[in-house]
């Protein structure tokens, strides 16, 4: 382990991230997370580069396996209701949306619901989005009223509008 060289990595996967080198990215997010502390508390961060460069490269089913591991990462070195555990499950269950996962993103986001009750508007506009996808217009319009409640001034311009963008959404390629 040698936590100074994994930040190292990360920092140069990143930056190959952003210039588009995604192999690149992806090998030094692999040396990052092989030379890290399995304790350290940004091993988070970590998982959810490689992700997020693994998504560029197509490779769905290993997203899943490290937004997982980020998620476990984030609840072993964090307090349940942290920001790091809400954003670990709001990339989670956005994945699982974005690859027709519905029901496994409304698992993920209703034991986030039952853990901690201050709602959190991005955890709301997702299970509001999976509901629409399923047909659940009852669920979706409860969890969109929370989103408008919820969110920042000025994020959605009306209610109707949100609707309008998760029906729109129900009908994107998954």
């Excluded at 190959?16 to 399995?38: H, M, R, T, V």
């Excluded at 955890?123 to 969110?151: N, R, T």
């Excluded at 001034?153 to 109707?160: D, E, H, L, N, V």
Aim: hydrophobic share 40%; with cysteine; net charge negative.
């Amino acid at each position: 382990m040698d936590q100074n060289q994994a930040e190292f990595f990360v920092g140069e996967g990143f930056k190959l991230y952003q210039e588009g080198d995604f192999i690149g990215a992806k090998n030094n997010y692999k040396k990052a997370i092989e030379l890290s502390d399995p304790s350290y508390w940004g091993l988070t961060d970590y998982y959810s580069g490689y992700a997020m460069v693994l998504r560029a490269l197509g490779e769905i089913t290993k997203v899943t396996d490290q937004l997982e591991l980020a998620l476990s990462a984030a609840l072993d070195s964090d307090e349940k209701t942290s920001i790091t555990v809400k954003l670990a499950r709001h990339a989670l269950a956005e994945h699982f949306v974005g690859i027709g996962e519905f029901q496994k993103s409304l698992d993920v986001l209703e034991l986030a619901m039952k853990i901690d009750s201050e709602k959190d508007w991005l955890l709301c506009y997702v299970a509001a989005l999976a509901y629409c996808k399923l047909g659940k217009q009852d669920k979706c319009e409860e969890f969109a009223s929370q989103v408008m409640f919820l969110a920042p001034k000025g994020k959605f311009s009306s209610f109707k509008n949100l609707l309008i963008e998760l029906d729109l959404k129900k009908f994107e390629k998954s």
